[in-house]
């Protein structure tokens, strides 16, 4: 199946600092990726879909401000963290859907663990 | 709109034992249905899917019937193995949601043991 590579799989950061978050499809070309949060012992949440080329959509109740995403690219979506607080700490994951429409399948990143300090 | 519910783990079984997951959902129209697993370190794989009541989805042993009646995709498998340890999720398209949105359920972590 098709590989979505997300990076880095764990990350500590002091209160305050800046995160970014990676993910690559490595060989198809995604127009939409979408990010996901995972708090402890609950589901994951869309947090927001990723558009090449133009303005993520978020979810209801989901900063924008906090979480800039960046889709410069067919294969490269970024999620940054922005003024860290614990809080934030949680599961974070992405995904995306071949550009070309050849199948239904999200395919996913191995997901970020993020701890704030 | 539309929701999953799984059991809540982790489930421990040994080798060779049945596996049953349980999975319910609401959501409204006919929604797809999918099973992912997440190995340790590694992202979510799709397991299996159904796309419309009474289809079973199937792979590596492991089955999951669409119950429209019911409103459920329960995950089994016949003999598990200590390889098969790993996260499972649970989750729908379609409904209310749309098809590009994924609803999860809270993600059951099994446990096998030799």
């Known amino acids: 199946g098709a590989v979505v590579s997300q990076h880095p799989s764990r990350v500590i950061c002091k209160s305050g600092t800046s995160v970014k978050i990676e993910c690559r499809s490595l060989?198809?070309?995604?127009?939409?990726m979408f990010w996901y949060r995972q708090f402890p012992k609950q589901s994951l949440m869309l947090m927001a879909t990723s558009n090449e080329g133009s303005k993520a959509t978020y979810e209801q109740g989901v900063e924008k401000d906090k979480f800039l995403i960046n889709h410069a690219s067919l294969t490269l979506s970024t999620l940054t963290v922005t003024s860290a607080h614990p809080e934030d700490s949680s599961f974070y994951i992405c995904?995306?859907?071949?550009?070309?429409?050849?199948?239904?399948?999200?395919?996913f990143g191995q997901g970020t663990r993020l701890t704030v300090v | 709109g539309n929701s999953v519910t799984q059991m809540e783990g982790p489930v421990t079984l040994s080798e060779e034992a049945f596996l049953t997951i349980n999975c319910t959902y609401t959501?409204?129209?006919?929604?797809?249905l999918f099973w992912y697993v997440q190995y340790p370190g590694e992202g979510l794989q799709l397991l299996l899917k159904?796309?419309?009541?009474?289809d079973k989805g199937s792979n590596k042993g492991f089955e999951a019937t669409y119950r429209k009646e019911t409103t459920s995709f329960h995950l089994e498998k016949g003999s598990v193995q200590v390889s098969d340890s790993a996260v499972y999720f649970c989750a729908l398209t379609g409904g209310s949601g749309g098809y590009q949105k994924v609803t999860f359920g809270i993600g059951t972590k099994l446990q096998v043991i030799p």
């Open positions: 060989d198809f070309q995604a127009t939409t």
């Open positions: 159904a796309t419309k009541a009474d």
């Open positions: 995904s995306a859907r071949d550009a070309r429409g050849v199948s239904t399948e999200a395919f």
């Open positions: 959501a409204t129209g006919y929604p797809s």
